[in-house]
């Protein structure tokens, strides 16, 4: 199933008539520019191109008020001097004889993605909009926003579509006031927002827009508001509030449709932004997103108003929506200070409500106090003497690295005889395996090594691996006579080269053999119900799950909470999945772990599993293939209390080495 991408030109004929500085940046060449960058990348050809509509009076009224519409809907017939008058009652916002018709396009083309996407004519897609939404309440505009085109679209889809949960992910750099207001006493929409806040010193300037905000009565607990209190922010604060709060707790939310409102202000050199996040980080949080609701995603343009980077960050998410793999994010350092104290205070805020939260360290009330004194002003931070602060528009930053798929994306060894699955290539070579590496399996395989059928498939799995390091082939699959001789195969294989780096991720139990040396050159991960006696180094992190690889909750936590922050700041070339013999693992969360991890090394993902699993061959090699990972079961029970304990233990221990798994200030570090 494709990509939709729903424009119309029609939403570029109007523009700021008179003189407002607060509005001057809302101008039509940000949809230009976009939509000429898609189509200049080829990608605009690629997508399934998805016709806007106007939305009818109804579908408005969904959650607009009559006279607020009956009030817009003669701005089309004003002067110059009525238009203005009218804009006055609101803040940040100017109106156009036309904007009411580019208005109605908006919400209709958000309308026609979720319709497209619901019905399966596409697996996700997005909507290229102005006036944007997520500002405009039920009776007033704001912000550039006339209708609220996400909240009519998340209204839309529980009507028509019976829908019974949906998440909307609002990682626009501004809260969307507007969306939350119309479901903070709904529990079937859980809205997530961060945004610039600086202690209400920003825009919207909203008490309610503050970390304690979570929700009220039924809808208690589905309002996330994340205030970034300082600008700057970079990609491993985007990346740790997605591992340590959005991912856990949209997982346990377990939604049938993600809503994105996708504003582009939050990258670097947005004037409104001023944050310095790259704009291949939108490839990452689309990818992130994209394997929850069975993949169904509709992403809808909010704010964004640097020339630049807007296109820049469009065309990351497209590209990704249409399942190319993401670029290689590399120095991801520490969240910095104030994003910690955010999160932390996000995540005991929410602790009550969301399971996955529950071991999330309250904030002793006196540590916040203390630092915002602090910070307002107290003895205050020394700030940097010297070289003047550059403006957003001064800003530099690389182009987004190209994203070449390999002409093979998924290539499988079986075992003899065996067809693979549509849209897979066989690889099966009759070369020999090199002599040292016969020598160095004999040292540790004698036994086993008697059994001739138990190198048969060691030199296709060879050949498999050359071809994924000349990126003729994304990922694959070999099913081998034993998992953990293949895995010292590769290891040896991609070990020669000087700088190779192989996430090792082992599902099971069992030795995972001596190589899980502290060089450097592998970081394995084995998750197991064993409480393995091998000692945690930097580069071997055993997760110990006392009810094993079976338990849904305990393995997405340690899969979201730690492998996730490991691998990405390991940055691998190669991500090795090993299934390990019984390791039982339940289906759904293998073929989110195998979905999850093609963010890493450009999606070269090598999974090894042991002859006798062939019934796991066909999910995973459509997982591999690029069709999202089906929904886990709803609800996802609560982890278990030991299982927690142990994933903080090792979060404690780590963390020094990597920062990426910090989740509290350092006050209670
Ligand atoms: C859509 C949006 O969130 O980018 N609008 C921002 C309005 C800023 C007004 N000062
Ligand atoms: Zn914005």
Not at 309 to 322: D, E, F, G, K, R
Not at 507 to 528: C, N, Y
Not at 594 to 599: A, F, R, T
Request: hydrophobic fraction near 35%; include cysteine.
């Amino acid at each position: 199933m494709g990509t939709a991408l729903v424009y119309d030109e029609e939403m570029t004929k109007y523009k700021l008539l008179w003189v407002d500085p607060a509005c001057k940046i809302e101008v039509p060449e940000r949809l230009t520019v976009s939509y000429e960058a898609l189509v200049k990348n080829g990608l605009c050809q690629r997508c399934v191109s998805i016709p806007a509509r106007e939305a009818t009076e109804a579908e408005i009224l969904l959650v607009h008020s009559e006279e607020y519409l009956e009030g817009v809907k003669k701005t089309p017939y004003m002067t110059l001097e009525d238009l203005k008058e009218f804009t006055l009652q609101y803040g940040d916002v100017y109106f156009h004889p036309n904007i009411y018709h580019c208005a109605k396009l908006a919400v209709g083309s958000a309308l026609q993605l979720c319709d497209s996407v619901m019905t399966g004519k596409v697996r996700n897609g997005m909507a290229l909009v102005r006036p944007p939404g997520h500002h405009s309440m039920r009776s007033a505009a704001s912000g550039f926003c006339v209708f609220n085109n996400v909240a009519i679209a998340a209204r839309y889809a529980k009507q028509k579509y019976g829908v019974k949960r949906v998440l909307i992910v609002d990682w626009d750099v501004h809260h969307g006031q507007g969306v939350q207001y119309c479901f903070e006493d709904d529990p079937s929409v859980l809205y997530f927002s961060w945004h610039r806040y600086e202690h209400q010193k920003f825009w919207p300037n909203l008490r309610e827009s503050d970390y304690d905000n979570v929700g009220k009565e039924d809808g208690a607990g589905f309002n996330i508001n994340v205030p970034w209190n300082k600008v700057g922010m970079k990609n491993s604060d985007y990346l740790s509030v997605f591992f340590h709060l959005l991912l856990p707790v949209a997982y346990e939310f377990c939604p049938e449709l993600v809503l994105v409102c996708a504003g582009f202000d939050s990258a670097i050199g947005d004037p409104e932004g001023e944050m310095c996040a790259s704009p291949d980080i939108f490839a990452h949080l689309t990818h992130l997103l994209m394997n929850l609701a069975g993949g169904k995603l509709c992403a809808v343009l909010e704010g964004g108003y640097n020339l630049t980077s807007l296109p820049q960050s469009v065309c990351q998410t497209v590209q990704t929506l249409l399942g190319d793999p993401p670029t290689r994010l590399s120095d991801l350092g520490a969240p910095c200070e104030s994003a910690l104290e955010s999160l932390q205070c996000v995540r005991s805020a929410h602790r009550q409500y969301w399971s996955c939260l529950r071991q999330a360290a309250g904030l002793p009330d006196s540590h916040v106090s203390a630092k915002r004194i602090r910070s307002a002003g107290g003895e205050g931070e020394r700030t940097e003497v010297g070289e003047e602060e550059k403006s957003a528009e001064e800003q530099a930053w690389p182009e987004p690295p190209q994203r070449v798929s390999p002409p093979v994306r998924c290539a499988l060894v079986l075992p003899g005889g065996e067809a693979p699955p549509d849209g897979c290539e066989q690889i099966s070579s009759r070369e020999e395996l090199h002599p040292l590496m016969l020598t160095k399996l004999r040292e540790h395989f004698q036994s086993e090594l008697d059994n001739c059928s138990a190198l048969a498939s060691l030199p296709s799995l060879m050949t498999l691996v050359e071809k994924m390091e000349k990126n003729e082939i994304r990922n694959g699959l070999a099913v081998v006579h034993s998992v953990t001789m293949a895995m010292m195969c590769v290891l040896q294989h991609v070990g020669d080269a000087p700088s190779s780096r192989t996430l090792v991720v082992c599902v099971g139990g069992g030795s995972v053999g001596s190589h899980a040396r502290e060089d450097g050159k592998t970081l394995t991960v084995q998750i197991s119900s064993e409480d393995t006696e091998k000692p945690t180094g930097k580069f071997y992190v055993p997760v110990h799950l006392k009810k094993g690889c079976g338990d849904a909750s305990g393995f997405m936590q340690a899969l979201l909470g730690l492998l996730l922050p490991l691998g990405y700041q390991y940055n691998p070339d190669l991500v090795l999945l090993v299934q390990m013999p019984n390791a039982g693992v339940c289906g759904g969360v293998w073929q989110q772990l195998v979905g999850v991890l093609q963010g890493f090394a450009q999606g070269h993902v090598l999974v090894l599993m042991q002859e006798g699993e062939q019934a796991r061959v066909g999910p995973t090699a459509s997982t591999l293939l690029g069709d999202p990972a089906p929904p886990l079961e709803h609800p996802l029970q609560a982890p278990l209390p030991e299982d927690v304990e142990a994933v903080e233990t090792l979060r404690s221990r780590l963390q020094s080495d990597w920062s990426l798994l910090q989740n509290t200030g350092e006050s209670t570090a």
